[in-house]
Each structure stands twice: as structure tokens, then as C-alpha cells.
């Protein structure tokens, strides 16, 4: 049976050598940290979450919640961990990080048909490869993909948030709660009156910046938007965005505040939070007297401040097929967020799919082609030819999935429906992905 390589020890790679791994395939990975580390990167495992520890929404009627649905009916590797080293956050799923990479690395380390290779990738190898060395690829395999995919010079910045800690926070400006009263009281929130919002709005646009090579407000993906860049689209911008009041009451007047300002827990102590949506690139000074301004961080102890890197992903359309392999050279599949899905959970889900089909190939069965009523599946074909226009990173959503074939009343109703339909098909696909050791 033929090994196949893998490149990069993130989130898709991680997923993408597990599911391969348990079906009997050998697996080559190879990961560089701890001997090099990206800007972003600065833990030693495997999976390291570097912007937000929140895999977003756990519910059906939301197009992520959805995604993880299937993937845990898949076996992920990564909700295994996610669901074991789950933290507070209401109705999101949210994930201690340390706990979170530490139980995939552990996983993958043990696992007889996985060999870790310690070392910076520099050439693409032969045989089966799958590329998941991410947006932050070193400079030495971003060149050989370069020569892969010559028309790929696609890019964006990505920012990360701050994280202080909950000590610091000064709780007689803060309140506990979660929006609309979803699940448990698991965020800080941070209240503004007008005048403070005002105030922290002007010195925002102001501040200064990090210098960051080819920079600019255009080059940013609008998932991921720096919170200086969002305020200089309006007065308002902040309060229709991150800083929403909507569905927050304040306990201590009954009443919703102008803004609101949300922390979510970074870890299982409820230690540390980052602030949610203020992802940055302002320079570290300025993000302490900025932040400073919202009167419950006045004091607030900065242990991560936000950091800006580069970010690429490829035209995928033009260069990748529905199983993410590359249509010059099928041997070679990429995976991740640099084939234009955006986001952890759709990351994990691309290795996931990679690691199943190319399993399905080598053990000389027929591919499982997940269809687009499924979340996974409409991810794939989006990326292979479905987006329209100028293609563009996607999260999962409802809109790239086939749609019911009857009118459902209520939007809830209809997208939970959807997700019935979905993992009703991924059961019928069940038999076909078991005979590759499901």
C-alpha cells in the first residue's frame, strides 16, 4: 500500500492524516514546528488555533453547526478534541486551546500508521501528496506551490484578536450573559454609553498602525475584518457589527446599553478572554491605550495583543476538482483554508474529505462523492467551480447548498430541515464510507 505524504500539522492536515491513518493507510506527515514557526504560530503542537478558540455555532439550524454534525458522523479526529476540551460559550462551541492541540498531537503521535517527520517541507515530494501547510506557508514550499499553480497569486490578511486576562477585568463595568439568554451565562460583556463609544470610535480610526507589506482595507477577507478597518466604514459600523447591544439586557438596569463589547473564554480556567471581533493590526501600544478606553478593560492586562499576517489561497476553480486534487497533476490534493474555504471547522472538513476519497482511491473503492445537500459536499464543489464571478473565500452557509424542494414557514424551520435532509444522506453514505473502515 502506497504512503501518502502530508504536509503541515494544522488543523486540515491533522484531520486529513487521522482519517487516512484509521483506514490502514500509511501516512508521512510532516510538520515543521517546533523547529520553525510562521509569525502566527506559536505553539508546538499539532492544530494550534491562532485566531479565535470558538469553532463557532453548535446548532442545526446554522450552516457551521451542520458541518460539525457531519463531521462528527465522519469521525473527526477534531471534534473528538474539540467536544473533550470544550469550554463556556453559550451556544457557540468553544475550545480550551492547549487541551485542544494537545489531544491531537498525542492522538496522531500514537498512532501506529502515522510517521512524524520534524522538518521545514521544501519541495513537493513524490507519490501521494496532500499540501495543508496553510496561508502562512513558508517561503520555501509557497515558491515550489507557486510552480504548481502559476496563476494562484491570490491573496489576503488575516488578523488576530487580543487576549487579556479575566482578572483585569473590571466587573463592575461588566456583566455576565450570553445573547438572547442562549445557553449559559459564558461571555463578559463590556457595556458603552454613547459618549464612550463615540469617544473609543474616534482614537480607533486614529491610531496607528503595524506596517504590514502590501497592506491595504481592500486586501482584507470580510470574515476576518481588523476592528480599526470596520470603523473607518462608518460611525455605526461597530455597533451593527461586534459591538451589536442586541439581545444583551443589562442585569444591573434592565435595559440594553449602547454597545457592548464581548469577552469569550480562552481556556478552561476561565482564566484568559479574548475579546470577541477584535481582530487587529494597530501596534501593540496603540492597542493598549485604544482597548483601554472601554471602561471594563481600563486596567485590563494585554497577555496577547492582535497581530496581522499574510494570508493565500488559490483560484481553486481554475485549479482544483471536487476531491480538492490538483486537475494537472491528480496525485497531488491541497487542503484547508488555502483552497478558499474559510474558517476552522470548513478547514477540518476539507481534510476530512481529502483524507476519505484518497483512502476510497487507494484501497481501490469508488469515491463517496459527497453531494451538495450535504454541507461538506457543497463546500467541495464550491471551490471546484461553483462560486460566480471573482472567486472568494467562503465560510459554510446554507446558500451554496441545494436547496428543499418545498416551502418551509420560518427560516430556523427551513435550515433545520436542510440539516435533517443532510445527515439523513450522510447515514445512506454511511455503508459506501464503511467499507473504507469507518
Same mark, same amino acid.
Given at each position: +500500500?502506497?504512503?501518502?505524504?502530508?504536509?503541515?500539522?494544522?488543523?486540515?492536515?491533522?484531520?486529513?492524516?487521522?482519517?487516512?491513518?484509521?483506514?490502514? %493507510?500509511?501516512?508521512?506527515?510532516?510538520?515543521?514546528?517546533?523547529?520553525?514557526?510562521?509569525?502566527?504560530?506559536?505553539?508546538?503542537?499539532?492544530?494550534?488555533?491562532?485566531?479565535?478558540?470558538?469553532?463557532?455555532?453548535?446548532?442545526?439550524?446554522?450552516?457551521?453547526?451542520?458541518?460539525?454534525?457531519? +463531521?462528527?458522523?465522519?469521525?473527526?479526529?477534531? $471534534?473528538?478534541?474539540?467536544?473533550?476540551?470544550?469550554?463556556?460559550?453559550?451556544?457557540?462551541?468553544?475550545?480550551?486551546?492547549?487541551?485542544?492541540?494537545?489531544?491531537?498531537?498525542?492522538?496522531?503521535?500514537?498512532?501506529?500508521?502515522?510517521?512524524? /517527520?520534524?522538518?521545514?517541507?521544501?519541495? #513537493?515530494?513524490?507519490?501521494?501528496?496532500?499540501?495543508?501547510?496553510?496561508?502562512?506557508?513558508?517561503?520555501? /514550499?509557497?515558491?515550489?506551490?507557486?510552480? !504548481?499553480?502559476?496563476?494562484?497569486?491570490?491573496?489576503?490578511?488575516?488578523?488576530?484578536?487580543? /487576549?487579556?486576562?479575566?482578572?483585569?477585568?473590571?466587573?463592575?463595568?461588566?456583566?455576565?450573559?450570553?445573547?438572547?439568554?442562549?445557553?449559559?451565562?459564558?461571555?463578559?460583556?463590556?457595556?458603552?454609553?454613547?459618549?464612550?463609544?463615540?469617544?473609543?470610535?474616534?482614537?480607533?480610526?486614529?491610531?496607528?498602525?503595524?506596517?504590514?507589506?502590501?497592506?491595504?482595507?481592500?486586501?482584507?477577507?470580510?470574515?476576518? $475584518?481588523?476592528?480599526?478597518?470596520?470603523?473607518?466604514?462608518?460611525?455605526?459600523?461597530?455597533?451593527?457589527?461586534?459591538?451589536?447591544?442586541?439581545?444583551?439586557?443589562?442585569?444591573?438596569?434592565?435595559?440594553?446599553?449602547?454597545?457592548?463589547?464581548?469577552?469569550?473564554?480562552?481556556?478552561?480556567?476561565?482564566? !484568559?478572554?479574548? %475579546?470577541?471581533?477584535?481582530?487587529?493590526?494597530?501596534?501593540?501600544?496603540? &492597542?493598549?491605550?485604544?482597548?483601554? +478606553?472601554?471602561?471594563?478593560?481600563?486596567?485590563?492586562?494585554?497577555?496577547?495583543?492582535?497581530?496581522?499576517?499574510?494570508?493565500?489561497?488559490?483560484?481553486?476553480?481554475?485549479?482544483?476538482?471536487?476531491?480538492?486534487?490538483?486537475?494537472?497533476?491528480?496525485?497531488?490534493?491541497?487542503?484547508? &483554508?488555502?483552497?478558499?474555504?474559510?474558517?476552522?471547522?470548513?478547514?477540518?472538513?476539507?481534510?476530512?474529505?481529502?483524507? #476519505?476519497?484518497?483512502?476510497?482511491?487507494?484501497?481501490?473503492?469508488?469515491?463517496?462523492?459527497?453531494?451538495?445537500?450535504?454541507?461538506?459536499?457543497?463546500?467541495?464543489?464550491?471551490?471546484?467551480?461553483?462560486?460566480?464571478?471573482?472567486?472568494?473565500? +467562503?465560510?459554510?452557509?446554507?446558500?451554496?447548498?441545494?436547496?428543499?424542494?418545498?416551502?418551509?414557514?420560518?427560516?430556523?424551520?427551513?435550515?433545520?430541515? #436542510?440539516?435533517?435532509?443532510? =445527515?439523513?444522506? =450522510?447515514?445512506?453514505?454511511?455503508?459506501?464510507?464503511?467499507?473504507?473502515?469507518?
Amino acid at each position: +500500500m502506497e504512503t501518502v505524504t502530508v504536509l503541515g500539522a494544522g488543523l486540515a492536515g491533522s484531520e486529513c492524516a487521522w482519517q487516512l491513518a484509521k483506514r490502514g %493507510i500509511k501516512v508521512r506527515l510532516i510538520e515543521m514546528k517546533p523547529e520553525k514557526y510562521t509569525p502566527a504560530h506559536k505553539a508546538a503542537g499539532f492544530a494550534e488555533l491562532v485566531c479565535s478558540n470558538s469553532l463557532r455555532s453548535d446548532e442545526l439550524c446554522n450552516a457551521v453547526g451542520l458541518l460539525k454534525a457531519e +463531521m462528527r458522523k465522519m469521525g473527526s479526529l477534531i $471534534m473528538e478534541s474539540a467536544d473533550a476540551n470544550r469550554v463556556a460559550a453559550g451556544g457557540a462551541l468553544a475550545v480550551d486551546r492547549e487541551g485542544f492541540s494537545e489531544y491531537i498531537t498525542r492522538a496522531l503521535k500514537e498512532h501506529e500508521n502515522v510517521e512524524l /517527520i520534524t522538518a521545514e517541507a521544501d519541495k #513537493i515530494p513524490e507519490g501521494e501528496v496532500v499540501i495543508a501547510t496553510g496561508p502562512l506557508s513558508s517561503d520555501a /514550499i509557497a515558491a515550489e506551490i507557486e510552480k !504548481l499553480c502559476p496563476d494562484s497569486d491570490l491573496h489576503f490578511y488575516d488578523a488576530v484578536a487580543p /487576549i487579556v486576562t479575566l482578572e483585569s477585568v473590571d466587573m463592575d463595568n461588566a456583566f455576565f450573559a450570553s445573547r438572547y439568554d442562549k445557553g449559559t451565562a459564558d461571555y463578559v460583556n463590556c457595556p458603552m454609553t454613547k459618549e464612550e463609544y463615540l469617544a473609543f470610535v474616534t482614537e480607533l480610526v486614529r491610531a496607528k498602525e503595524a506596517e504590514v507589506h502590501g497592506f491595504d482595507d481592500g486586501g482584507v477577507f470580510e470574515g476576518c $475584518m481588523p476592528v480599526e478597518v470596520m470603523a473607518r466604514r462608518g460611525e455605526d459600523t461597530l455597533r451593527y457589527g461586534p459591538l451589536k447591544p442586541v439581545g444583551l439586557r443589562d442585569p444591573r438596569t434592565g435595559r440594553d446599553n449602547y454597545a457592548v463589547v464581548q469577552l469569550r473564554r480562552d481556556n478552561a480556567e476561565g482564566t !484568559l478572554y479574548n %475579546i470577541v471581533g477584535f481582530q487587529t493590526h494597530l501596534t501593540f501600544g496603540e &492597542q493598549k491605550r485604544v482597548f483601554s +478606553m472601554i471602561p471594563a478593560l481600563r486596567n485590563a492586562e494585554f497577555v496577547r495583543y492582535g497581530v496581522m499576517h499574510r494570508n493565500t489561497y488559490l483560484n481553486s476553480p481554475q485549479l482544483l476538482d471536487r476531491y480538492y486534487r490538483l486537475r494537472r497533476d491528480p496525485r497531488i490534493r491541497f487542503a484547508g &483554508q488555502m483552497t478558499g474555504v474559510e474558517g476552522y471547522v470548513e478547514s477540518c472538513a476539507s481534510g476530512a474529505l481529502v483524507g #476519505i476519497e484518497t483512502a476510497a482511491q487507494l484501497l481501490g473503492l469508488p469515491p463517496v462523492d459527497f453531494p451538495q445537500e450535504t454541507a461538506i459536499g457543497a463546500l467541495s464543489l464550491y471551490i471546484s467551480g461553483g462560486s460566480v464571478g471573482d472567486f472568494q473565500p +467562503m465560510n459554510i452557509n446554507f446558500g451554496i447548498i441545494t436547496p428543499l424542494d418545498h416551502r418551509v414557514r420560518g427560516k430556523r424551520n427551513k435550515n433545520a430541515e #436542510i440539516s435533517a435532509r443532510s =445527515l439523513q444522506i =450522510l447515514d445512506g453514505l454511511k455503508q459506501k464510507i464503511g467499507r473504507a473502515h469507518v
